[in-house]
């Protein structure tokens, strides 16, 4: 590991302990040239698929993307940061666990308006709008009625 403050390239690890899900281990590090300590996280590089667009690009899977989406349409509800983020793991176990190579991008979609839909309606709908781009009114009312029927069954 390399210095931040010298360049030096070895160092001793003073402390590890891992993160409170496991997914990340921080190490406390000593420069062996300055004696400087800066702190690591490492964690295991996981295979995740690529993603098929629909223009027919490929690109790396992005968790920051679908993170982004989902505080979009989460903005001004009352839904934790915590809980934003518990979303968008399952997402990413989702495609984790596949094993799928590939993937288009549609199944994201679908897969972040699954977990939305549980997590919370009203951002349910903002996604769906923009990720479904409704072409009018009756599309969106649809949509929404289908949302109420499902809850009426419900109780």
Do not use: H, W
């Amino acid at each position: 590991m390399k210095c931040p403050f010298c360049s030096y390239i070895e160092d001793k690890v003073i402390d590890s302990r891992l993160s409170q899900d496991g997914s990340t281990t921080r190490r406390r590090r000593e420069c062996l040239q300055c004696a400087k300590r800066f702190t690591t996280y490492e964690r295991v590089e996981e295979s995740l698929p690529i993603v098929m667009k629909k223009d027919g690009r490929r690109e790396l899977f992005d968790r920051a993307k679908i993170l982004g989406g989902i505080k979009k349409a989460c903005e001004k509800r009352p839904i934790a940061t915590g809980e934003i983020e518990k979303t968008v793991d399952k997402i990413e176990m989702r495609f984790l666990d596949s094993g799928e190579k590939e993937m288009p991008s549609a199944a994201i979609g679908e897969a972040v308006m699954d977990e939305l839909k549980k997590l919370d309606e009203v951002a349910f709908v903002r996604f769906a709008s923009v990720y479904r781009e409704f072409r009018d009114i009756n599309e969106f009312m649809a949509e929404l009625k289908e949302i109420i029927d499902v809850k009426k069954g419900n109780k």
